[in-house]
Each structure stands twice: as structure tokens, then as C-alpha cells.
């Protein structure tokens, strides 16, 4: 599974992004879609994840109330939309797929793309 993520860019505090993450199959066939973001110096985070045939989304507290995840398996693309967003927002953002590989487990990354909130 190839993704590309785009997107990203510059944006001012209490705006908006929505990033987008296109996957090179169908995402019905994806168990798991995640977002991650990595900010300077920092640990890579888990910030929202989805089951694409599910539909059912989980949030890091964070962002919980701010962001929402959300497939559209007719583009095999996932949205995250980024409300209100705060300097603490700033990072790349890196999408991951989990799929089925026989009986294990496969991940994917795509490339990241930046965000960046002023004040």
C-alpha cells in the first residue's frame, strides 16, 4: 500500500487544515487508518486513527473535540480535518495504513507533510 499525504502548510492559530491521505488501493481493505505527528525534538504521537470499513474514529485527548478523522473509500482517501488549531499543533504529520499481509500484519507510511501554526 503507497500513501501520499497533502495538505499541509501554514496556518494561524483558531484556523483550519484538512489533510488528506490517499492510498494507492482501496481502503476497505485497510484494517486501520492512523494520523501521527512529529514535532521538532519530539516523540513521534499517535493523534487519530479510524477503522475504514467501520467508520468508528479514536482521538488523542489532545485533539479530541478539534480534529476529526474520516474515510471516503470511493477516493481511498482519509481526511483529517484540523479545527482550532493552537502553536502545539505544529508538526509533521505522518499517515500510517495496517493491513492484512496472510496471516500477519503490514504497515505503510506516507512521505508527512508539514503543518505550521502562527500566532
Known amino acids: 500500500v503507497h500513501l501520499v499525504e497533502s495538505g499541509g502548510g501554514l496556518v494561524q492559530a483558531g484556523g483550519s487544515l484538512r489533510l488528506s491521505c490517499t492510498a494507492s488501493?482501496?481502503?476497505?481493505?485497510?484494517?486501520?487508518m492512523r494520523w501521527h505527528r512529529q514535532a521538532p525534538g519530539e516523540q513521534r504521537e499517535l493523534v487519530a486513527y479510524i477503522a475504514p470499513a467501520f467508520g468508528t474514529p479514536k482521538y488523542e485527548d489532545s485533539v479530541k473535540g478539534r480534529f476529526s478523522i474520516s474515510a471516503d473509500d470511493a477516493k481511498n482517501t482519509v481526511y483529517l480535518q484540523m479545527n482550532n488549531q493552537t502553536l502545539e499543533d505544529t508538526a509533521v504529520y505522518y499517515c500510517e495504513a495496517v493491513f492484512r499481509l496472510g496471516t500477519d500484519y503490514g504497515t505503510s507510511w506516507g512521505q508527512g507533510t508539514q503543518v505550521t501554526v502562527s500566532s
Open positions: 488501493e482501496s481502503i476497505s481493505s485497510i484494517n486501520i
